[in-house]
């Protein structure tokens, strides 16, 4: 318990140092960044929450993202921005207009219950069953969104969604999801989760019910997906469906992976690392292209990069910087006199 | 029979056509321990297999204390009151050894604390204390072996199946496991079925012997008995030192 504690303070203390930093310095630029950085940390401690304690990569995330988006903005665009922005809505979406905290909150949830009907006969699969349904399910996700005018405006940019988010928002619902991954972690269902994940057949030998205990760690991961989802589209305002696709699911699944999928700090430390190199690369990449270093602009350089970051520490440390134990459980060890009970 | 044995009826298993048991039953009743013995690939395992709910049968029954409990899933066999042991470790690498034994108790619906207070007992039981924050992958051999069975008994089932419990253990280890296993029946109320290829370990411990070859059961008894059993030697030494 001690180290858990001490594992959420490093953590989050990490979280609101970067916040504070951000906000001290004041420039925009970093305003932003810290923001999305806290949307980044919501959305891979999501993934984190299912992948980490199942051991099943899951491609389909970034769906119940999109789910959190769209569902925030039906319930958010004032009225009168609807009839622009979604002509073809059903007349009984017209008139809701939420507060966005609230909307935030129940997209959550919107996306929690869509997962928790769309993923249930999908538990029982593991290895790579599991990982082409999954991505297979994150197509059928970006196919509805792409193609229900009524709902999405279509495959088209939706605009007017209510700026909601600034990063004490983002950073609140990050600390959140931090408290919720160790939480769920350290829970019954994690506990029993995370045997399964090391041996399917010795975990349903000591009586775990590994489908069950999977759709609970899924529909919790889609939670706060839809949740980082909904912080999102309050933060960038308009947005289409390729938003929530392949290129979102990599640059999460690299943070996650990079950092370590088991652990709730290689989740966090992941998305650090990963956010730093993305906006460092960025900026190379302007400096770049203004510079005219070659006659084409230099495209793609960040997702190249990011992509072979990804190959290496998979190759190089397979468990990713932090496999196996959480930073408090590591310095405790380091330190402290051996703990007798967690 | 009393009606609180564990019940294997009549039990056959196919592998391909390949006929892996043929018609064998066995009984373990409460607080007893039974070997099961036979040479390599005399379906041994198959038979715990069998039981746990982790291949299926052709034919033939199980029941637990008078409920059928044929062909359920093994969870559902092990919240009945069935733990196992497997022929090579099957530990949860990642997780701590206080964890990996927490996860049958946890199973098994007790709360949190409870889980780690029964696991706390259990580790003291079997001298891995010093281990608990140890991952489970991290161990010696001879200690993962101890903390699969401690695994095993936090689910205070009613029977347990160990399959090979002293491989790759040394003489001291193995005679440290006999002296636990010997007094584990009547502590915790529960029948030992035992699998294991270390006669002497096997002679010292069991009150009941059930042989096993080529998928047939040749002979079952008292072990005093087995000993002499002629089938038997044919089956462990081959014919000629049957009729030596």
């Keep these: ?270 998305t650090f690392i990963v956010t730093a190199a993305y906006e460092s690369l960025r900026g190379i990449e302007g400096l770049l292209n203004e510079a005219k270093v070659s006659s084409q602009p230099v495209i793609g350089l960040t997702e190249i990069v990011l992509a072979l970051a990804m190959m290496a520490i998979l190759v190089l440390r397979p468990g990713g910087l932090f496999p196996t134990r959480e930073i408090g459980a590591l310095l405790a060890r380091r330190f402290g006199r051996p703990e007798k009970s967690g | 029979m009393a009606s609180s044995s564990l019940k294997a009826v009549n039990i056959s298993v196919e592998f391909s056509g390949l006929r892996a048991l043929d018609d064998v039953t066995l009984t373990v009743d409460p607080e007893e321990i039974v070997g099961l013995i036979g040479p390599n690939g005399s379906g041994k395992t198959t038979l715990v297999n069998a039981i746990t709910g982790e291949v299926p049968l052709v034919h033939g029954s199980v029941s637990l204390r008078e409920e059928a409990i044929t062909s359920l899933p093994p969870w559902k066999i092990a919240l009945k009151g069935i733990s196992r042991s497997f022929q090579i470790v099957r530990l949860f690498n990642n997780l701590t050894v206080i964890e990996n034994i927490e996860s049958a108790s946890l199973a098994h619906g007790d709360s949190l604390r409870v889980a780690r207070g029964k696991s706390e007992r259990l580790l003291d039981e079997f001298g891995l204390s010093n281990r608990a924050e140890e991952l489970g992958g991290a161990l010696s051999y001879g200690d993962k072996r101890r903390v699969e069975i401690a695994r095993a008994l936090a689910a205070d089932p009613s029977f347990l199946l160990l399959d090979e419990p002293a491989a790759g253990m040394n003489e001291a280890e193995t005679d440290a496991l006999l002296h636990t296993l010997s007094r584990i029946p009547r502590d915790r109320k529960l029948g030992l079925l035992i699998i294991d290829h270390d006669m002497s370990l096997i002679m010292r411990l069991c009150h009941r012997l059930h042989v096993l070859a080529s998928g047939r059961t040749i002979a079952a008894g008292k072990a005093d008995e087995i000993r002499r059993d002629p089938a038997v030697i044919e089956a462990y030494l081959g014919a000629k030192a049957a009729h030596a």
């Design chain 1, 1 to 270: 318990m001690k180290r858990n504690l001490l594992t959420f303070f490093i953590l989050g203390g990490l979280i609101l140092l970067a916040v504070v930093a951000s906000q001290v310095v004041g420039i925009r630029l970093y305003d932003r960044v810290a923001t999305n950085l806290c949307i980044s940390l919501t959305l891979v401690l999501g993934l984190q929450v299912f992948m980490g304690n199942s051991g099943i990569l899951s491609f389909a995330h970034i769906g119940f993202m999109g789910i959190g988006a769209y569902a925030s903005a039906l319930l958010t665009i004032p009225t009168m921005m609807k009839g622009m922005a979604l002509p073809d809505l059903y007349p009984f979406l017209k008139d809701v207009q939420l507060s966005p905290y609230i909307a935030i909150a129940v997209s959550g949830l919107v996306a929690a219950l869509v997962a928790a009907i769309v993923s249930y006969p999908l538990m029982r699969l593991s290895d790579a069953a599991a990982v082409i349904t999954s991505f297979a399910l994150l197509v059928v996700l970006h196919t509805v969104m792409t193609h229900w005018s009524a709902l999405t405006n279509g495959p088209r940019t939706l605009f007017g969604v209510p700026k909601a988010t600034d990063v004490k928002l983002a950073a609140l619902v990050a600390l959140l999801a931090l408290v919720t991954a160790l939480a769920f972690k350290e829970s019954r269902t994690g506990k029993l989760l995370r045997a399964s994940r090391d041996d399917e057949r010795a975990a349903a030998a000591v009586g775990a019910r590994i489908p069950q205990l999977r759709w609970r760690a899924f529909i919790l991961a889609a939670l706060f997906t839809g949740i980082g989802g909904a912080l999102w589209g309050h933060f960038i305002t308009s947005f289409s469906p390729r938003a929530f696709y392949l290129k979102e699911t990599f640059l999460i699944l690299s943070m996650l992976v990079i950092g370590g999928a088991n652990t709730v700090t290689g989740a966090v430390i992941g």
